[in-house]
């Protein structure tokens, strides 16, 4: 049985849609997840106890990282006017999320190399395709992963 979600009550009203909501209830680990707008949910794979309903954490933390690289792609692209018909990006990190869990009270955990596969589809030159690779790694959520984030707990 899932709790229902809310937005945290010390959220302004103003910005309540900027809040990713993540609850868990007392058994397992399903994490139901919400924003404004959408739902869906966080799990562990069921050879570490979870019931596999959903990707893990790092795999989300891969997901928007590969999301913004394409979407990032898709924007220079449309914006200069290339014929890119398609972008893929593929990322692994081979770090457990469970494991990371159970080993993070005693040391410091966490991906510390991502590998990367790019594939682009359509009729670019030489010099686009140079370009858009190095625009992959211009994305934001690349820039913010790299820069380091500070996580802060607020009232």
């Not at 707008?37 to 309903?53: I, R």
């Not at 692994?92 to 596969?117: N, T």
Request: aromatic residues 6%; neutral net charge.
């Amino acid at each position: 049985m899932t709790t229902p979600m809310t937005t945290p009550t010390t959220a302004k009203s103003e910005d309540a849609d900027r809040w990713v909501t993540a609850s868990v209830g007392s058994a397992g680990f399903r994490t139901d997840l919400q924003t404004n707008a959408h739902t869906w949910v966080a799990d562990e794979p069921v050879s570490v106890g979870g019931t596999n309903a959903g990707p893990t954490p790092y795999e989300y933390l891969l997901s928007a990282l590969g999301s913004c690289m394409v979407m990032t792609l898709r924007f220079y692209a449309n914006r200069r006017g290339w014929p890119l018909e398609g972008a893929q990006v593929q990322l692994r990190s081979g770090r457990s999320h469970a494991a990371d869990c159970e080993a993070c009270p005693k040391e410091k955990v966490g991906i510390a190399r991502i590998e990367r596969r790019i594939e682009l589809t359509g009729p670019l030159t030489d010099d686009q395709r140079a370009r858009l690779l190095e625009i992959a790694d211009r994305c934001p959520v690349k820039q913010t992963l790299e820069s380091g984030i500070k996580v802060e707990t607020v009232a």
